[in-house]
């Protein structure tokens, strides 16, 4: 089993930084790919940001350019790095993982909320 537990969320104007981390514990080891995903109010959990076990990410495109996801083997092993905010990405993120073998997500953790004020 693996928890994770997001930080970093908050509120901050258009056009500004946040940096959202997500630390691990349990079974680390047995953990593939890791994703951000965010759900705004009435709408569906959307993929935004997803980095595989090779160092290999994609972006949602309303984010592309914006945000960076990064990870290491540490106990924080994903974080992803949100500049240039907008409204529109007000939501709550949580931190998802993938462990070896499996397609969809196991682990999830109970997410951030980021607001961005116009």
């Known amino acids: 089993q693996v928890q994770l537990v997001e930080s970093g969320g908050g509120l901050v104007q258009t056009g500004g930084s946040l940096r959202l981390s997500c630390a691990a514990s349990g079974n680390i080891f047995s953990i593939n790919a890791m994703a951000w995903f965010r759900q705004a109010s009435g709408k569906q959990h959307e993929l935004v940001a997803f980095i595989a076990s090779d160092g290999s990410t994609n972006y949602a495109d309303s984010v592309k350019g914006r945000f960076t996801i990064s990870r290491d083997n540490g106990k924080t092993p994903v974080a992803l790095q949100m500049n240039s905010l907008k409204p529109e990405d007000t939501a709550v993120y949580y931190c998802?993982?993938?462990?070896?073998?499996?397609?969809?997500?196991?682990?999830w953790g109970q997410g951030t909320q980021v607001t961005v004020s116009s």
């Open positions: 998802a993982a993938k462990a070896w073998g499996r397609e969809g997500y196991d682990y």
